[in-house]
Nanobody, 114 residues
């Protein structure tokens, strides 16, 4: 089970930090990441982080968002700075284990006002 938290309402230019913890099962985690889905749009990748620490970001968030993870806690974080209204979406955390099973969190809403 993945539990995401940290969403909320913020003004443009502000910051939020999302977190997502895997619990309830013994996960052997490979990759962790964040995706988002804005109203009327498809879910899109925001950022991923591999077990090695290698990261990957969508072009739209590069330089503004930072993904990190705590392997001991099976937790992934997303630090979001310089938020703009186009970042408004439901953010979903994602986990891929060592045998490529995919798990999704329940989503947390981020709303950026002008």
């Amino acid at each position: 089970q993945l539990q995401a938290s940290g969403g909320g309402l913020v003004q443009a230019g502000g910051s939020l930090t999302l977190s997502c913890a895997a619990s309830g099962s013994r996960f052997n985690v490979k990759d962790m990441g964040w995706y988002r889905q804005a109203p009327g749009k498809q879910r899109e990748l925001v950022a991923t982080i591999a077990n090695s620490g290698n990261t990957n970001y969508a072009d739209s968030v590069k330089g503004r968002f930072t993904i990190s993870r705590d392997n001991a806690k099976n937790t992934v974080y997303l630090q979001m700075n310089s938020l703009n209204p186009e970042d408004t979406a439901v953010y979903y955390c994602n986990l891929v284990d060592m045998i490529n099973r995919v798990y999704w969190g329940q989503g947390t809403l981020v709303t950026v006002s002008r």
